[in-house]
């Protein structure tokens, strides 16, 4: 049995240390489902007591099914979290420095925090290195770092002062996505976590996906009539209403859809990196 369980483990950890890079942003993700999943089977079985609707009976076997697997995977889970949530809490209170002293009495800890959250914030603390004017260790010397405006990648080896020596670049949608300087962050200056490449990520998908549903309703439908085929729009408006005839043969345009839909397609809008972008490359 047990060698049965090593050979079921192998392909998992071999998979799981080719993502060293991502692995803050696995567990983060692995979390936030795991917990809602259980969240979802608490609130459907205990308290809003769906076992006792007829109407919703198809829903108890999955509710029961993310009440336990959600919890199994989130006791173990959620407790790595907090570990890579710390260390990143301590590099971005290192990164808010603004004495080099500090920053040097404390780079240990803030190399050790990068090394273990991943590429993205090694990237970070390498360009805040360059802004205090800190020499980079030879351990972060083949970390590539951008230039918020030119959207450029480049080792930090080959830098040299007042010239940046440019080994390739990015297409737009990439800085979209590793963007710190996103449209939305400007506007809400104060909230840092918006600067962080992985929120913005976050926003986009899930406002993307939310503008993708609220479309295809309006126009294509969601909604099914006696076993027929989905074709029928949720009228949100009715909804929020209270009405107990919803179901509008679509397409159908309702003011609460087409506000949230400019709404979500806004926000995808605003997570676009905030600088132009200009590419150029030079020949040396």
Do not use: C
């Not at 109407?55 to 029961?64: D, G, T």
């Not at 710390?86 to 004495?99: A, C, D, G, Y």
């Not at 990520?201 to 939310?210: D, Q």
Request: net charge neutral; aromatic share 10%.
């Amino acid at each position: 049995m047990s060698r049965l369980s090593k050979a079921i483990a192998r392909p998992f950890r071999s998979w799981w240390s080719s993502k060293s890079d991502q692995h803050f942003q696995i567990i983060t993700m692995a979390t936030i489902i795991a917990t809602a999943a259980t969240l979802w089977g608490i609130i459907f079985l205990f308290i809003l007591d769906g076992t006792a609707d007829p109407s919703k009976s198809e829903l108890v076997p999955l509710s029961w099914a993310s009440l336990i697997i959600g919890g199994s995977v989130a006791f173990w889970i959620v407790p790595e979290f907090f570990v890579y949530q710390s260390q990143s809490n301590v590099l971005r209170n290192i990164l808010i420095l603004e004495s080099r002293p500090e920053v040097m009495r404390r780079r240990r800890e803030a190399e050790e925090a990068a090394s273990m959250l991943g590429i993205a914030y090694q990237r970070r603390l390498v360009e805040f290195y360059l802004d205090m004017d800190i020499k980079i260790p030879t351990s972060l010397r083949k970390v590539k770092v951008t230039t918020d405006q030119s959207g450029v990648e480049f080792e930090s080896s080959n830098i040299e002062i007042g010239k940046s020596k440019i080994k390739s670049n990015r297409s737009y949608f990439s800085v979209w996505m590793n963007t710190r300087d996103s449209r939305i962050s400007r506007i809400l200056p104060k909230a840092n976590k918006l600067r962080e490449p992985e929120v913005n990520r976050i926003i986009f998908i899930g406002s993307l996906i939310s503008s993708l549903i609220l479309l295809w309703n309006m126009f294509f439908g969601l909604a099914a009539k006696d076993g027929g085929p989905r074709e029928f729009t949720i009228d949100l408006s009715l909804w929020i209403s209270g009405e107990s005839s919803i179901h509008m043969q679509s397409p159908h345009f309702d003011g609460v859809s087409v506000i949230l839909t400019a709404a979500t397609l806004t926000l995808v809008y605003l997570t676009s990196p905030a600088s132009e972008i200009t590419i150029s490359l030079d020949d040396d």
